[in-house]
């Protein structure tokens, strides 16, 4: 796979957030050192205030625009949506289905284990959904809620599952929809959409285990994670600044680094096919951390070189506390996995993003709790925090 040339790392003014403007989730400060990413399409106009209007001048400055005269409208072709926009908008789409469907099923549940899982995506779906809104989609939806009767059942929503079967289907759809969005949309963009479809990997993975039967779609593995759509010709492409894309790559690699190390460690601690099964995903950790070694010589970031000892948690080998101490350091793979896919190259991306899929799933049967926005948001249930 070819490295990125230098000219892919765009000279911009400072940033002062990780996460696109149009999406309603803040993203943390960033440091001096970085800089503003360019943006791949506006979501917004430019105003034309009232008194150029009111005096019938002329704006030459819009593509698209003639001249503007009393009582007339002006004439606007808005330029064709770009690749973000394609892809948040079918997001946005396939999140309200799955919204109204959950809505519906919830008071309905089989059992009280599918109820409990139910009831988290009844909580998560509309933080993600909303998160995905422009402010004006965010205005409009707020005055549609202010309009509505109390008590007034809302209008069905077309495409929403009608059963838990369908429901399992819809959500490992979304998960693989937020899995190919991530591999094409700016960087900005990137983080938000993939963190929705490891939470999406982790929700199906829940509630096929609740439900008992089935099982849980196949997420797509990375050489699957190509680019699906075409990229409009008026859309630039959008990647985080160097130190981001550098500082990402260095803490993923010392953290897979780490996970091999300790599970290779409770697996001497086991025996029969549990030793069999933690040995097989301690070298499943240090074959990413060497995959990223390896793109990490190639991009000219930094190497992290494997330690032959790590220092572990002190309550590492209590047998009791195993499953806690493997879910958080899962938990902390899976941000540093999401903010990889955020920040590195297009062609860099379906590593990460794949391994946050994988690690979401994994995450499934530790910890009954997982943030609707993974990486984007604090959650004081997660095992992370402790």
Aim: charged residues 20%; glycine residues 8%; proline residues 11%.
């Amino acid at each position: 796979m070819p490295a990125p040339t230098p000219a892919s790392w765009p000279a911009a003014p400072r940033r002062r957030s990780v996460l696109h403007p149009e999406v309603g989730l803040p993203g943390p400060d960033a440091s001096p050192r970085r800089r503003e990413l360019p943006r791949r399409a506006a979501l917004h106009l430019t105003a034309i205030g009232p008194a150029a209007i009111a005096f019938g001048l002329t704006t030459t400055g819009l593509s698209g625009c003639g001249p503007l005269r009393v009582g007339q409208p002006p004439t606007y072709t808005p330029p064709p949506p770009g690749i973000d926009d394609l892809y948040r908008t079918d997001l946005v789409t396939a999140l309200a289905q799955l919204e109204a469907g959950v809505r519906t099923l919830v008071g309905a549940a089989a059992s009280p284990e599918v109820g409990a899982e139910l009831a988290r995506l009844h909580a998560a779906l509309p933080v993600q959904r909303q998160a995905l809104l422009t402010g004006a989609e965010a205005e409009q939806e707020q005055e549609r809620a202010l309009d509505t009767t109390p008590g007034q059942t809302p209008d069905p929503t077309p495409g929403a599952p009608a059963d838990v079967t369908d429901l399992v289907t819809q959500l490992a759809g979304v998960r693989d929809l937020g899995a190919q969005a991530a591999r094409q949309v700016s960087g900005l963009l990137a983080r938000p959409v993939c963190a929705i479809s490891a939470y999406a990997a982790w929700a199906v993975t829940r509630l096929v285990t609740a439900v008992g039967t089935g099982a849980v779609p196949p997420p797509p593995a990375a050489e699957e994670i190509v680019p699906t759509r075409e990229v409009p010709s008026q859309d630039p492409p959008s990647i985080a600044a160097r130190v981001d894309y550098d500082g990402a790559l260095e803490r993923t690699q010392t953290d897979e680094w780490y996970t091999g190390y300790l599970l290779e460690v409770l697996a001497a601690q086991s025996e029969g096919d549990e030793r069999k099964s933690l040995m097989t995903r301690s070298e499943a950790h240090r074959t990413l951390a060497t995959q990223l070694r390896t793109i990490a010589t190639d991009d000219g970031g930094p190497v992290v070189v494997r330690e032959a000892v790590y220092a572990l948690p002190e309550n590492a080998l209590d047998p009791t506390g195993r499953d806690r101490v493997i879910g958080t350091t899962l938990s902390t793979l899976l941000v540093d996995h999401i903010a990889l896919a955020g920040f590195a190259p297009f062609e860099r991306r379906p590593l990460p993003i794949a391994a946050a899929l994988t690690l979401a799933a994994q995450l499934a049967p530790l910890t009954d709790a997982l943030s609707a926005m993974p990486s984007m948001e604090p959650d004081p249930n997660d095992l992370s925090n402790d």
